[in-house]
């Protein structure tokens, strides 16, 4: 591993850069991942995440010798994932699968059943999106359970959107953190946390959670905090509180939260190299 990326923050960001608000073009998002991945922050990096649907085009932009990462998001039903994932060109290896098993205000559990036995037969990583809303807690129980009888599967959160209501509240984020770690859950995020600390967005009025305070809420969960102290974190606007703990920890591998996905790679990288908790530049 690199030196200017700490053990801390191995494969903290996923790259979303085809999903909004980046919405850029495959070919495009390949050529840039290539350049991460050949980078001196490749640690920092995750696999390239794209639509289940768009693994044709995918392979037809790839070298004869190249091999790529990738994470699979389900646009397409997850009954059809299996053919999906069958058909998929050897180059791509699919480290994992992403799928969003219900809408706010459905019962999550049907699609949960389907994504756990997807994830059993196939014995690939599976991301269950959850809403944060009815239902919660009994999904975490199931994947818990899951988990517990050898299944690769664990959670997925959104922790943004164009809504106002898509922001949970830091009491909200921080009763998740907490529950996850309960259950001794992994759980990945998405959506709105480009920057390290929380802040508000000038063009949209909206207040999004930094992926800082997430790392040390996290953190501070696992250390056995409770929900008020959690929550203390994720709304933290000083960045020296933040700073200091994610240093103190620098070297241990992270609890807990896998990471997140994220449409840019180099704002979050930016804004690590300012904290001083990436060395920016050339070794």
Request: net charge negative.
């Amino acid at each position: 591993m690199s030196t200017q990326v700490p053990r801390l923050l191995a494969g903290l960001v996923d790259d979303a850069a085809v999903f909004p608000p980046g919405s850029a073009t495959l070919p495009d998002a390949v050529a840039a991942h290539r350049r991460h991945r050949g980078s001196w922050y490749a640690d920092l990096v995750g696999p390239l995440l794209v639509p289940a649907s768009a693994l044709p085009a995918l392979a037809g932009l790839l070298g004869a010798d190249e091999r790529i990462a990738v994470g699979v998001v389900a646009d397409i039903p997850l009954d059809r994932l299996y053919e999906v994932r069958a058909g998929a060109d050897p180059r791509i290896d699919i480290r994992q699968v992403e799928v969003a098993v219900a809408k706010r205000g459905e019962d999550p559990q049907p699609g949960l059943a389907a994504l756990v036995a997807f994830a059993r037969s196939t014995g690939l990583r599976a991301y269950a999106e959850v809403p944060l809303a009815f239902g919660l807690m009994g999904a975490l129980d199931a994947l818990a359970a899951a988990r517990a009888a050898g299944v690769p599967i664990a959670a997925k959160f959104r922790t943004g959107g164009l809504a106002a209501e898509l922001f949970p509240t830091p009491v909200e984020l921080a009763a998740v953190i907490s529950a996850c770690r309960d259950r001794e859950l992994p759980f990945k995020l998405t959506a709105g946390l480009h920057h390290a600390v929380r802040h508000l967005e000038p063009e949209t009025g909206f207040t999004h959670h930094g992926f800082g305070n997430v790392l040390v809420a996290t953190l501070t969960a696992v250390d056995g905090a409770e929900v008020d102290e959690v929550a203390t974190m994720l709304a933290a606007t000083d960045p020296a509180r933040l700073v200091e703990r994610a240093r103190a920890a620098r070297d241990a591998v992270r609890p807990l939260w896998v990471g997140f996905g994220s449409c840019s790679i180099v704002e979050p990288l930016t804004d690590l190299i300012r904290l001083g908790l990436v060395n920016g530049g050339e070794e």
